[in-house]
């Protein structure tokens, strides 16, 4: 299966991915995780992605194409993939289809979740992150997976959700419009417990044939 996650920052992308990635045994690839990780380790692509992630912005694209162009080349994608925060506008979108293109592997579907402003908000300025493996949770001094130091994300601040949101809806959203007339979209409500999204997600993409 090779799928593709877009939604508001906090819509639940990343939580779903884990099941949906382990669901259809394939690797779950979020360009956030790959820049955070980065900058853990204090890389050069690390340190030029944390000047823009911190304001809400999105990394330029000639950075972001090239990274997810190098992830593609991975043996683990044989059997398909998920990305979770790629493609992140259109001008992605018509990059990340001409690699598939010419690999003869396009997309099945792309899964949109969707969710209202206040309750994203709400998410995100309760998230923690684990800085060890970097699960999210709400309401824990330790990550509940690994036990781990958690943190609040510097763009988990409210002036910088308010950008992410912006920038959602002035550069994301329209890859919503693209990828339905190419007639891949599916779209979910992500309000309720993650165990009923994971089932509505995967229920519809039964619909959908590999
Ligand atoms: P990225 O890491 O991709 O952030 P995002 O898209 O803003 O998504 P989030 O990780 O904030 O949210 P999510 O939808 O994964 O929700 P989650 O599952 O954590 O990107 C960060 C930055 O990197 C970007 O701003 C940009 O700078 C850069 N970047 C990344 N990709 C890029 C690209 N392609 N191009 C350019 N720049 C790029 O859930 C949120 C919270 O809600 C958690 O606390 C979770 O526990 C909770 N939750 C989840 N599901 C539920 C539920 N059903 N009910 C209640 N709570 C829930």
């Known amino acids: 299966m090779r799928l593709v996650l877009v939604g508001p920052p906090?819509?639940?992308?990343?939580?779903?991915?884990?099941?949906?990635?382990?669901?259809?045994?394939i690797p779950h690839i979020s360009t956030?995780?790959?820049?955070?990780?980065n900058l853990k380790a204090g890389t050069p692509l690390g340190l030029q992605a944390k000047g823009f992630m911190d304001k809400?912005?999105?990394?330029?694209?000639?950075?972001?194409?090239?990274?997810?162009?190098?992830r593609l080349t991975h043996d683990d994608v044989a059997n398909g993939f998920l990305f979770d925060g790629f493609p992140r506008n259109v001008a992605q979108a018509e990059v990340l289809r001409a690699i598939l293109?010419?690999?003869?592997?396009?997309?099945?579907?792309?899964?949109?979740?969707?969710?209202?402003n206040e309750e994203i908000v709400a998410r995100l300025s309760s998230r923690r992150t684990c800085k060890e493996c970097g699960q999210p949770s709400v309401g824990h001094d330790k990550c509940p997976q690994c036990g781990g130091d958690v943190y609040q994300r510097e763009d988990d601040k409210a002036e910088v959700i308010a950008r992410r949101l912006e920038v959602y809806q002035e550069q994301t959203a329209p890859i919503v419009s693209f990828y339905r007339n190419e007639g891949l979209l599916?779209?979910?409500?992500?309000?309720?417990?993650?165990?009923?999204?994971t089932a509505h997600?995967?229920?519809a993409l039964s619909r959908v044939s590999e």
């Open 201 to 203: 997600a995967i229920s």
């Open 101 to 116: 293109a010419e690999k003869k592997t396009p997309l099945h579907a792309v899964l949109e979740f969707s969710l209202a």
């Open 10 to 25: 906090g819509a639940g992308k990343g939580t779903q991915a884990q099941f949906l990635a382990a669901h259809y045994s």
């Open 32 to 37: 956030g995780d790959i820049f955070r990780a």
């Open 186 to 197: 599916i779209t979910v409500g992500a309000l309720g417990s993650v165990e009923d999204i």
């Open 56 to 70: 809400g912005e999105l990394v330029p694209d000639s950075v972001t194409n090239e990274m997810v162009k190098d």
